[in-house]
């Protein structure tokens, strides 16, 4: 695909420059060099080089707060996503975090060969089954457990909470033993060839173990399954985030929950909220849980702020004044608890609390930890 | 596997292991050439990402080696790069790597015959396990 290309399938050439995008955008705010507007400007004028150089290009968080504020129903995320593949024809890549060892894995996930041994985690006191029609994404958790151990976050114990609560509700989901990495990331940076290689090596796993459902507890992945994956392969069965399935579920099975006495507060993330349209599933689920009283921050729904970086790509100073504006936000609704959906929102943000550069803006402290471990909490044996 | 050379990639620190590799060769004590060097200037500075990346195109085998623990130029280089290792360990077992493919070895500027033996043991161990699943670039490489 050429910029030509990219300029029809999204409607680029609608722009009237107004220069919306840009005023709203969570980024533009803190980096003056940043500006949607700007790179659409630079692609309408045929600048292809200038964009593609453009090292910010790799700066968007792709997080969708700007394409519905578009008078011309720009769709920017998307032109970034393919620009940046543009770009990586070029030889341009973003600031990978984590020196791009994520990426790395992604792309070494690729390999036909391999057979992981990415079930140890389960233990006896979960229940699984091998002709069940639910299936449980795994997703990019088993890897993330020695690369984010620092920030005392495990990414394994959202999904042992999402199988404790299906085991309760009387399911007993199937688990892939040799899943890959969804490829989110991958094709979010510009990198289609290895999205498409994983997603055929899903999909091909997915058919085998013939499910009609599958369960997402990271809304990244099920954003990939649910709009880019029909777009390259046939998957044959329904996707859904745990908060759905949960909310479907509420006041069926005799589901009951325990007290308890918290103030949350949630962050919408981007995937499940203004991708996907998501927003009341969760806030059903928690006001569900008696003694939760939910507070709203001052951004919330699909105002809400991103969590600073996405597919962990050019994290920097900025992203962090980002996520301590969020926490700041956060912590002024005096809730005790931050819930969110998404283990990559939940990564930054604790990471953000222990950035140490925080004299030019404080970084509150707050607890945070994940809907699906709250409801893990509540539903537990009284 | 008959006829199976094995591609190792060794990070070898300039001040202990990388002189080893060249008192190796200076002191005439053979060892297989399956084994390309990458001079690091200290064993601590191996990010996860260089053994990543060495697999992704195509290594059988990764050696990180460096000074012993209380020889380091920069003080604590081991201590940080079994650190490094560690994490690595486990990522690399996730992904169903036998773990004998990375090696972790002090080798001091003095033994040239142990780097020479390491090496060869770890050509014999690669070459029972076969070429490394994870070659993602497989077809390029034939």
Redesign the interface.
Known sequence: MNLEDIIQKTKTYYCLECGKCTSICPVARYDSGFSPRMIIEHALLGFEDDLVQNKKLFSCLTCYTCQPECPSDVDFPIFVREARSIAQDNGQYGICAH???LQ??A?????P??????L?WLSKEYRVSEDSDVLLWVGCA??F???F?DLEFSALDIIRASLKIMNLLGIEPKLLPNERCCGHDALWTGDVETFKRLAEHNATQIKEAKVKKIVFSCPEGYRTFKLDYPNHVDLGCEVQHLSEFLAEKMGQNGLKFKEIKKKVTYQDPCRLGRHLGVYDAPRKVLESIPGIELIEMKHSGRESICCGTSAFTNCDSYSNLLRAERLSEAAATGADVLITACPKCQTHFRCAMTDKGEEHRPTPKIEITDLANLVADAIGEE | MAGFEPQIIAFCCNWCTYAAADLAGTSRVQYPANVRIVRVMCSGMV???YV??A??GGADGVLIAGCHLTDCHYIDGPVKCDAAVD?LR??L?????EDERLRREMISTSEGVVFARVIKEMVEQLKKLGPS????K?EALA
Do not use: D
């Open positions: 020196s791009g060892q790395s894995l792309r070494l996930m690729t390999s060969a391999i057979e992981q041994n990415r140890e088993p890897y457990e020695p690369i151990e | 990010n996860p990402i990543l990346k697999f992704e994490k486990k990522m077992h996730v992904l169903g790597l699943p994870l070659k993602v497989m």
